[in-house]
């Protein structure tokens, strides 16, 4: 490996535990010129910290351009946020059926929540036909017994 890739992956390690510690200021400052240069890991706590105003002032285009930019690209965490923007209608306009599409893609890579969330959707007909029998193989998938 060389300097170059190694001093990056020092940054992205820096910046990471900063916002694991909430240190969101000097996050901010490690991250943003990774996520500027495309690194999806940074992309995505940036759009963290750009919705939620954490380290900088709430920026609802920037969250959502790195948190679809880092689902594109198969970070199903990425892929799991970008669906509750849909969901929800937080930095992007509200779309139940792209919140659906996102979910199984978070889904399909393993997040529970994701499937969990997807099963409920079923149950409650939000953006998919009202499926009473998908709904349940999924809460069986996400582990649940009964519902």
């Known amino acids: 490996m060389d300097q170059d890739q190694n001093d990056l992956d020092m940054e992205l390690a820096s910046g990471i535990a900063a916002f ?3 240190q969101f200021s000097r ?4 991250l943003s010129p ?3 240069q495309g690194d999806m890991e940074a992309r995505y706590r940036m759009a963290i910290m750009a919705q939620n105003g954490l380290g900088m002032l709430p920026n609802p285009l920037l969250a959502y351009s790195y948190m679809k ?3 594109e690209a198969g970070m ?3 892929q799991h946020g970008l669906a509750f ?4 209608g937080e930095c992007t306009d509200r779309n139940p059926a792209k919140a659906v599409e996102w979910f199984k893609r978070a889904g399909e890579q393993g997040l529970i929540g994701s499937i969990t969330t ?3 959707m079923y149950e409650e007909g939000h953006g998919v036909e009202k499926d009473p029998e998908e709904a349940a193989r999924l809460y069986r ?3 649940f017994d009964e519902r």
């Open 20 to 22: 694991e510690s909430k």
């Open 85 to 88: 923007m849909y969901m929800q």
């Open 118 to 120: 997807l099963a409920m």
């Open 69 to 71: 930019s880092a689902a």
């Open 34 to 36: 990774l996520a500027d």
């Open 141 to 143: 998938l996400a582990g």
């Open 27 to 30: 996050a901010v400052g490690l």
């Open 76 to 78: 199903g965490l990425a």
